[in-house]
Structures are given as C-alpha cells and as structure tokens.
C-alpha cells in the first residue's frame, strides 16, 4: 500500500479516515489566570490530570512535535495555562490548552487553593471549549483529584453552558501495562468514571487516532 501517494479518484474502498497529520503547531502564550488567556478565536481542547501522568508528552504526541509541549522527570513545574495553535493536514485549525497539573504535593497551599477556581473559571466560562480530556495513569486509575474534574464537568452550573464540554478520560502509559490487561483496566475504568475511555502511549503511539477522533467529533 502506497501510504505517502497523492490521493486521487476515489475508489470503491470505505472512505480513509483522517491521517491526523498536524502541518503547524506553534506555541501561543502561557497564563497564569483564565483571564490572561488570548480572546477566544478558534475552537478549543483542554487537557488536564495529575502532574506527571504524561500530559506533555500526549501533547506532543498528538501535535506531532518531540518537545514543544515541555516534558520533565519533575513534576509540578508547569504552574501556567499552556496555549497551542495547530493545524492539521485537512485545514482544521484549532487550539490545545494545557492546564496545569494538579496533585503535587510540593505546590504551595496558596497555589492549591488557586487553582480549583482558575480551572473551574476557564471550564465554565471559555466560548470555545468543545473537550476536555482528563487523562489518569492507567495504572493508578481515578484518584480524588480526578472524580472530582468529572463530577464538576457534569454539574449542573457546567451543563448550562452553552455548548457543552465533552469529557473524555485518557488512561495514559498504556505501554507499560502488560497486554493482557488492558482491556478489563480500561472497561474498569471507563465502568468508574461513567465516562468515555481511551488507552493512550505516547511511546508507542497507541491510541492516538482514537482520541484524534473522539476530539473531531466533539467539534
Ligand atoms: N512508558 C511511558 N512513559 C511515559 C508516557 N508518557 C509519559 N511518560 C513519562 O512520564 C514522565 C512524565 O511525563 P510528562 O509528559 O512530563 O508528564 P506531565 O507532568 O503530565 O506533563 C516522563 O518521564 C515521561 O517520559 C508513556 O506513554 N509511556
Ligand atoms: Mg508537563
């Protein structure tokens, strides 16, 4: 199978699915607040978990670039909001907002007690968010943290916005999960979170399409 031919007549196969190619990805700003963040332009995805869980290395997975979102062995240091600008190989532009990782237990009390209302504040009032990917370490599954994003996502004050946000759960490592369990961990998963639940490994790539498309259809 020719992967990198043009595509040309159709033919009688099932149509191609995207290849979720990103042509441009750059990166916008960084905010320390919702209200620092750019006016709302084009549509939205947030991603937010636990620090270390492998956020930035999904995002880079996903944009397609070895380190534009930073990776790091400590955790805890990206206390911003992180906007990306991209756009994918069929004209779709959009931007990925990078929430602070939460959970860390060397962040300052003063900093915890921010960021549940910064969160709670962009989640609720930013026009142009359509997902929200909450990602957990398939490994450690939902911790208190975690229920608590979901819950808030489907409250009452979340469901009267005007264009809901979609929660998807990411269960991220995914490779490091021995094969033959991964199937009852993420039923497991998705059964206790009441949300839809995608296996994702940003070293082998391993739900990737899956969540690309999840996210198109939340546009
Ligand atoms: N095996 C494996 N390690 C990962 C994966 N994603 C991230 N990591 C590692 O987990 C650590 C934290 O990743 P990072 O992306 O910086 O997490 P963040 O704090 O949530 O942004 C790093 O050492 C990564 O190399 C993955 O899918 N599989
Ligand atoms: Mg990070």
């Not at 929430?99 to 003063?110: D, E, Q, R, T």
């Not at 209302?117 to 911790?143: K, N, W």
């Not at 009452?156 to 490091?176: G, M, Y």
Request: charged share 25%; net charge positive; with cysteine.
């Amino acid at each position: 199978m020719g992967e990198s031919s043009v595509q040309t007549a159709p033919s009688a196969e099932k149509p191609r699915a995207p290849l979720n190619r990103v042509i441009d990805a750059e990166f916008v700003a960084g905010a320390t607040k919702a209200t620092g963040l750019p006016a709302p332009a084009l549509a939205e995805l947030a991603f937010a978990g636990r620090s270390n869980v492998g956020k930035s290395s999904l995002l880079n997975a996903m944009m397609q670039r070895k380190s534009l979102a930073r990776t790091s062995g400590t955790p805890g240091c990206t206390r911003q909001i992180n906007v990306f600008s991209i756009k994918m190989d069929d004209g779709l532009a959009l931007q990925l907002i990078d929430l602070p990782g939460y959970g860390y237990a060397k962040v300052s009390k003063k900093e915890k007690s921010e960021w549940g209302p910064m969160l709670e504040g962009y989640l609720l009032e930013r026009p142009t968010l359509r997902a929200l990917v909450l990602l957990v370490d398939v490994r450690r599954g939902l911790e208190d943290d975690d229920r608590q994003l979901v819950d808030f996502l489907s409250s009452p004050q979340s469901t009267t916005r005007n264009k809901p946000v979609e929660p998807i759960l990411v269960a991220t490592k995914l490779d490091k999960l021995p094969l033959s369990q991964r199937k009852t961990t993420l039923a497991a998963l998705q059964k206790a979170a009441g949300v839809r639940t995608i296996g994702f490994s940003s070293v082998t790539g391993d739900g990737r399409d899956e969540l690309w498309s999840r996210l198109r259809a939340s546009l």
